[in-house]
Protein backbone atom coordinates (compact mmCIF):
# COMPACT_ATOMS: atom_id res chain seq x y z
CA UNK A 1 0.00 0.00 0.00
CA UNK A 2 1.61 3.06 -1.00
CA UNK A 3 1.80 5.44 1.41
CA UNK A 4 1.09 8.37 -0.85
CA UNK A 5 -2.67 8.53 -1.87
CA UNK A 6 -3.48 9.63 -5.18
CA UNK A 7 -6.19 9.10 -7.14
CA UNK A 8 -5.96 5.75 -9.47
CA UNK A 9 -7.02 7.70 -12.53
CA UNK A 10 -8.24 11.04 -13.99
CA UNK A 11 -9.35 12.29 -17.38
CA UNK A 12 -9.91 15.31 -19.52
CA UNK A 13 -10.70 16.31 -23.13
CA UNK A 14 -8.29 18.46 -25.03
CA UNK A 15 -7.73 22.40 -23.52
CA UNK A 16 -8.90 21.53 -20.21
CA UNK A 17 -7.37 22.02 -16.89
CA UNK A 18 -7.23 18.86 -14.94
CA UNK A 19 -6.05 18.20 -11.01
CA UNK A 20 -4.19 15.15 -9.69
CA UNK A 21 -4.08 15.05 -5.82
CA UNK A 22 -1.72 13.45 -3.32
CA UNK A 23 -2.17 13.40 0.05
CA UNK A 24 0.33 12.08 2.68
CA UNK A 25 0.83 12.74 6.54
CA UNK A 26 2.95 14.86 8.97
CA UNK A 27 5.58 12.46 8.77
CA UNK A 28 6.11 13.09 4.91
CA UNK A 29 4.41 15.85 2.94
CA UNK A 30 3.80 17.80 6.16
CA UNK A 31 7.57 18.16 6.51
CA UNK A 32 9.28 18.10 3.53
CA UNK A 33 9.30 19.27 -0.39
CA UNK A 34 6.85 16.66 -2.86
CA UNK A 35 8.19 15.82 -6.57
CA UNK A 36 5.86 15.11 -9.09
CA UNK A 37 6.78 12.43 -12.51
CA UNK A 38 5.51 12.12 -15.92
CA UNK A 39 5.78 8.35 -16.97
CA UNK A 40 4.95 7.42 -20.38
CA UNK A 41 4.10 3.72 -21.86
CA UNK A 42 7.44 1.96 -21.95
CA UNK A 43 10.16 4.66 -20.49
CA UNK A 44 11.04 5.64 -17.34
CA UNK A 45 9.85 8.36 -15.01
CA UNK A 46 10.51 11.91 -15.96
CA UNK A 47 10.96 14.45 -13.22
CA UNK A 48 8.02 17.39 -14.00
CA UNK A 49 7.83 19.35 -10.80
CA UNK A 50 10.59 19.68 -7.90
CA UNK A 51 10.17 21.64 -4.32
CA UNK A 52 6.75 21.66 -4.93
CA UNK A 53 6.26 24.20 -7.42
CA UNK A 54 9.28 24.62 -9.54
CA UNK A 55 9.67 23.24 -12.79
CA UNK A 56 12.60 21.92 -14.61
CA UNK A 57 14.22 23.48 -17.91
CA UNK A 58 12.21 22.74 -20.68
CA UNK A 59 8.73 21.46 -18.67
CA UNK A 60 5.83 23.45 -19.92
CA UNK A 61 4.16 25.90 -18.35
CA UNK A 62 0.73 24.06 -18.77
CA UNK A 63 2.54 22.34 -15.32
CA UNK A 64 2.16 23.18 -12.23
CA UNK A 65 2.72 22.32 -8.96
CA UNK A 66 1.74 22.99 -4.68
CA UNK A 67 0.95 22.01 -1.74
CA UNK A 68 -0.74 22.54 1.33
CA UNK A 69 -0.40 20.92 5.21
CA UNK A 70 -0.35 17.36 3.91
CA UNK A 71 -1.35 17.28 0.67
CA UNK A 72 0.03 18.49 -3.00
CA UNK A 73 -1.59 18.49 -6.34
CA UNK A 74 -0.63 18.71 -9.90
CA UNK A 75 -2.41 20.76 -12.06
CA UNK A 76 -2.03 20.51 -15.69
CA UNK A 77 -3.68 23.49 -17.93
CA UNK A 78 -4.51 23.31 -21.92
CA UNK A 79 -4.54 19.46 -21.75
CA UNK A 80 -3.02 17.78 -24.89
CA UNK A 81 -3.36 14.59 -26.38
CA UNK A 82 0.58 14.26 -25.78
CA UNK A 83 -0.23 14.55 -21.35
CA UNK A 84 -1.35 10.86 -21.52
CA UNK A 85 0.74 9.24 -19.01
CA UNK A 86 1.02 7.83 -15.40
CA UNK A 87 2.12 10.83 -12.80
CA UNK A 88 3.47 10.33 -9.51
CA UNK A 89 3.98 12.13 -6.59
CA UNK A 90 7.24 11.32 -4.15
CA UNK A 91 8.47 12.82 -1.23
CA UNK A 92 10.91 12.14 1.51
CA UNK A 93 9.54 10.43 5.36
CA UNK A 94 11.25 11.13 8.14
CA UNK A 95 10.68 7.22 8.92
CA UNK A 96 10.60 5.66 5.60
CA UNK A 97 12.94 7.56 3.67
CA UNK A 98 11.81 7.91 0.13
CA UNK A 99 8.37 7.17 -0.79
CA UNK A 100 5.94 7.62 -3.51
CA UNK A 101 2.32 7.80 -4.45
CA UNK A 102 0.29 4.99 -6.23
CA UNK A 103 0.35 6.91 -9.70
CA UNK A 104 -2.76 8.21 -11.41
CA UNK A 105 -3.39 7.46 -14.84
CA UNK A 106 -4.68 10.53 -16.81
CA UNK A 107 -6.56 9.65 -20.06
CA UNK A 108 -7.04 12.23 -22.44
CA UNK A 109 -10.64 11.85 -23.92
CA UNK B 1 23.39 16.48 -18.31
CA UNK B 2 23.79 13.61 -16.28
CA UNK B 3 23.60 10.17 -18.70
CA UNK B 4 23.21 6.65 -16.49
CA UNK B 5 23.60 3.46 -17.88
CA UNK B 6 22.23 0.65 -16.36
CA UNK B 7 23.89 -3.18 -16.98
CA UNK B 8 22.86 -6.45 -15.03
CA UNK B 9 21.52 -9.91 -15.57
CA UNK B 10 17.74 -9.84 -16.57
CA UNK B 11 17.07 -13.60 -14.57
CA UNK B 12 18.31 -14.60 -10.95
CA UNK B 13 16.72 -17.47 -8.96
CA UNK B 14 15.22 -17.55 -6.21
CA UNK B 15 17.26 -16.93 -2.97
CA UNK B 16 20.24 -15.68 -4.36
CA UNK B 17 21.80 -12.02 -5.19
CA UNK B 18 20.87 -9.30 -7.49
CA UNK B 19 23.60 -7.17 -8.72
CA UNK B 20 23.11 -3.78 -11.09
CA UNK B 21 25.34 -1.63 -12.17
CA UNK B 22 24.24 2.35 -12.97
CA UNK B 23 27.54 3.48 -15.26
CA UNK B 24 27.84 7.86 -14.64
CA UNK B 25 28.67 10.24 -17.75
CA UNK B 26 28.40 13.93 -17.08
CA UNK B 27 28.89 13.70 -13.27
CA UNK B 28 31.48 12.29 -10.70
CA UNK B 29 29.85 9.59 -8.20
CA UNK B 30 31.64 11.33 -5.33
CA UNK B 31 30.55 14.89 -6.31
CA UNK B 32 29.36 16.58 -2.88
CA UNK B 33 25.91 17.75 -4.26
CA UNK B 34 24.55 14.88 -5.78
CA UNK B 35 22.60 11.30 -4.51
CA UNK B 36 22.74 7.96 -6.57
CA UNK B 37 19.09 6.46 -6.34
CA UNK B 38 17.73 2.77 -6.92
CA UNK B 39 14.42 2.59 -7.59
CA UNK B 40 12.19 -0.28 -8.79
CA UNK B 41 8.42 -0.86 -10.47
CA UNK B 42 6.35 -3.59 -10.61
CA UNK B 43 2.68 -3.99 -11.07
CA UNK B 44 1.84 -5.18 -7.52
CA UNK B 45 4.13 -2.64 -5.77
CA UNK B 46 4.09 -0.01 -8.16
CA UNK B 47 7.14 2.63 -8.08
CA UNK B 48 9.42 1.87 -4.81
CA UNK B 49 12.44 4.09 -3.50
CA UNK B 50 15.16 1.35 -2.28
CA UNK B 51 17.90 2.76 -1.59
CA UNK B 52 20.82 5.70 -2.17
CA UNK B 53 24.12 7.02 -1.38
CA UNK B 54 25.89 10.17 -1.85
CA UNK B 55 29.44 11.72 -0.79
CA UNK B 56 30.04 15.05 1.54
CA UNK B 57 33.02 14.25 3.14
CA UNK B 58 32.20 10.79 3.45
CA UNK B 59 29.79 8.39 2.10
CA UNK B 60 26.39 7.86 3.33
CA UNK B 61 23.87 5.36 3.06
CA UNK B 62 19.81 5.67 3.00
CA UNK B 63 18.11 2.60 2.59
CA UNK B 64 14.04 1.90 2.08
CA UNK B 65 12.59 0.34 5.73
CA UNK B 66 11.14 -2.73 3.32
CA UNK B 67 14.57 -3.91 2.01
CA UNK B 68 17.05 -2.79 4.58
CA UNK B 69 18.21 -6.12 5.86
CA UNK B 70 18.89 -6.95 2.76
CA UNK B 71 20.22 -4.16 0.18
CA UNK B 72 23.68 -2.79 -0.02
CA UNK B 73 24.75 0.34 -2.60
CA UNK B 74 28.23 1.00 -3.40
CA UNK B 75 29.75 3.62 -5.69
CA UNK B 76 32.92 2.81 -7.67
CA UNK B 77 35.32 6.09 -7.71
CA UNK B 78 37.88 4.28 -9.96
CA UNK B 79 34.71 3.54 -12.48
CA UNK B 80 32.47 6.30 -11.74
CA UNK B 81 29.26 3.95 -11.18
CA UNK B 82 27.36 2.55 -8.75
CA UNK B 83 26.03 -0.80 -7.56
CA UNK B 84 22.64 -2.47 -6.33
CA UNK B 85 23.23 -5.61 -4.70
CA UNK B 86 19.50 -7.33 -3.13
CA UNK B 87 20.21 -10.40 -1.04
CA UNK B 88 18.14 -13.31 -0.72
CA UNK B 89 15.33 -12.31 -3.48
CA UNK B 90 12.14 -14.08 -4.11
CA UNK B 91 9.74 -13.73 -6.99
CA UNK B 92 8.35 -10.77 -5.21
CA UNK B 93 11.30 -8.89 -6.31
CA UNK B 94 10.68 -9.59 -9.80
CA UNK B 95 10.19 -6.00 -10.94
CA UNK B 96 11.93 -3.17 -13.46
CA UNK B 97 15.10 -1.76 -11.89
CA UNK B 98 15.85 1.77 -12.24
CA UNK B 99 18.78 4.26 -11.02
CA UNK B 100 18.63 7.57 -10.92
CA UNK B 101 20.32 10.74 -9.69
CA UNK B 102 19.48 14.25 -8.30
CA UNK B 103 20.63 16.98 -5.43
CA UNK B 104 21.63 15.12 -1.99
CA UNK B 105 19.81 17.61 -0.09
CA UNK B 106 16.66 16.95 -1.66
CA UNK B 107 14.51 13.96 -2.76
CA UNK B 108 14.40 14.84 -6.24
CA UNK B 109 15.48 12.38 -8.99
CA UNK B 110 16.17 14.54 -12.34
CA UNK B 111 18.05 11.82 -14.07
CA UNK B 112 17.16 8.27 -14.46
CA UNK B 113 18.40 4.94 -16.12
CA UNK B 114 16.65 3.17 -18.90
CA UNK B 115 15.18 0.47 -16.65
CA UNK B 116 15.99 -2.78 -16.67
CA UNK B 117 13.61 -5.79 -16.00
CA UNK B 118 14.80 -8.14 -13.38
CA UNK B 119 12.64 -11.77 -13.19
CA UNK B 120 13.20 -13.62 -10.04
CA UNK B 121 12.48 -17.61 -11.22
CA UNK B 122 14.04 -20.78 -10.93
Known sequence: Q????????????????????CSGSSSNIGSNNVNWYQQLPGTAPKLLIYSNNQRPSGVPDRFSGSKSGTSASLAISGLQSEDEADYYCATWDVSLNGVFGGGTKLTVL | QVQLQQSGPGLVKPSQTLSLTCAISGDSVSSNRAAWNWIRQSPSRGLEWLGRTYYKSKWYYDYAVSVESRITINADTSKNQFSLRLNSVTPE??????CASGEYSSSELSSWGQGALVTVSS
Open chain 1, 2 to 21: PVLTQPPSASGTPGQRVTIS
Open chain 2, 93 to 98: DTAVYY
